[in-house]
């Protein structure tokens, strides 16, 4: 899935957002260096690099965060207050960017996101949450054609999904008091009309997190703490997945919907849509999977902030460093087969030269 967006609906009290968002894109200049020490598109040297910079290199002036990495790993998207970014950007709202990583260019959306902002899983479509007027909407750009459209779909708080495209989607809309259900609802690939799988009956996250296909759905009942599993063949909800009398809490569906990942008191679940089985992964805390639910990122359990992190090859049971720094990432940061890992980190040193003193976003190359 991409960007299952469970961050609160209500931040650094925003204003209202028009439906107008401003794209900039910032070209590299003949002869400069990249910031990047990636070559062509996808021939990327192992290591780590920092992603948050200005198109010549020039490091940002300000916080950065909420970073995700496509599944080919040829795109990545961020949030950042910095206005040093692109050309032209005089602001200090916090902002949504799009880097491309082959050219290290990047390029600058409308602002005020109140969720992570995602990219769907062909890297064609972005999509933020953000206010539009006194309702919550989904804001859309096609990067390659340039059409841009904005979904209003809640009258209070919105947490939304995209597949491999802007049809293929998912949401939990909640409405003002004095209602206290949330709706789950998906989009029908065919006819792009949303409907409705399951109605919760509290107001608590449910990380909604769609496959690529757009045919299988994760969700959560915050306030039960028990993880779902729907999908389109069944068009019932499966569940609670992990089993009665366990609390759950999930992280994410792979993009290819085989896996399930869900946190159980200190460990992590990885659960099987095929066999109906989990794989328990004791002792750390899962942050997101890859899109073949091969490679598991986590972090030691028991973090409540940033922490080192490593990538389990759930296969063979080893782990890869992704950082010893105190850093954080969220889903959707691992690209296929586990080659990049992109996360977030206030710590210096992990590159060279990093002396903005200001939370930056990383890409790990790993393979």
């Known amino acids: 899935m991409r960007g299952s967006t469970n961050r609160s609906t209500i931040r650094r009290g925003r204003v209202a957002l028009s439906a107008v968002a401003v794209c900039t894109i910032t070209a590299l200049p003949p002869g400069a260096a990249s910031a990047d020490p990636g070559d062509a598109w996808g021939v990327r040297q192992t290591g780590v690099e920092r992603v948050s910079v200005a198109a010549e290199g020039t490091q940002a002036n300000d916080d950065s ?8 790993g040829h795109r990545v998207v961020f949030s950042s207050y910095a206005n040093n970014l692109t050309p032209g950007d005089t602001g200090r709202t916090e902002e949504v960017f799009v880097r491309e990583l082959a050219t290290g260019q990047n390029r600058q959306f409308g602002g005020y996101p109140l969720a992570p902002p995602m990219l769907s899983s062909d890297g064609q479509v972005l999509a933020y949450l953000g206010p539009r007027f006194n309702n919550t909407a989904l804001y859309q750009h096609h990067l390659s054609v340039g059409w841009s459209a904005a979904y209003t779909c ?4 919105c947490e939304a999904t995209m597949g491999s495209n802007d049809r293929h989607q998912a949401f939990s809309v909640t409405f003002r008091h004095p209602e206290t259900n949330q709706r789950i609802e998906v989009s029908n690939p065919d006819t792009g009309n949303l409907q409705t799988v399951d109605v919760i009956h509290n107001t608590a996250p449910s990380r909604p997190s769609i496959s690529s296909d757009g045919t299988r759905l994760a969700y959560q009942d915050g306030g039960e703490r ?23 809490e999930l992280v994410q569906l792979s993009d290819d919907g085989s896996k399930v ?6 460990d992590t679940y990885v659960h099987d849509v095929a066999s109906g089985t989990a794989l328990p992964v004791p002792g750390v805390k899962g942050v997101a999977i890859d899109p073949t639910g091969r490679y598991l990122l986590h972090t030691p359990s028991g973090t409540t902030g940033p ?5 389990r090859d759930l296969e063979t049971g080893t782990d890869e460093t992704v950082t010893d720094r105190p850093a954080s990432a969220g889903v959707d940061a691992v690209s296929t087969g586990g080659r990049h890992v992109v996360f977030e980190s206030a710590a210096e040193g992990i590159v060279p030269n990093d002396t903005n003193g200001k939370t930056d976003i990383f890409l790990r190359t790993l393979r």
């Open 154 to 157: 809640s009258l209070r708080s």
């Open 261 to 266: 990942v869900y946190r159980s008191g200190p």
């Open 65 to 72: 965060s909420d970073a995700s990495i496509t599944p080919a």
């Open 307 to 311: 922490a080192p992190l490593a990538l």
């Open 226 to 248: 028990d993880v779902f599993l729907w999908d389109w063949a069944d068009n019932t909800p499966a569940g609670p997945i992990e089993g009665p009398g366990k609390a759950a």
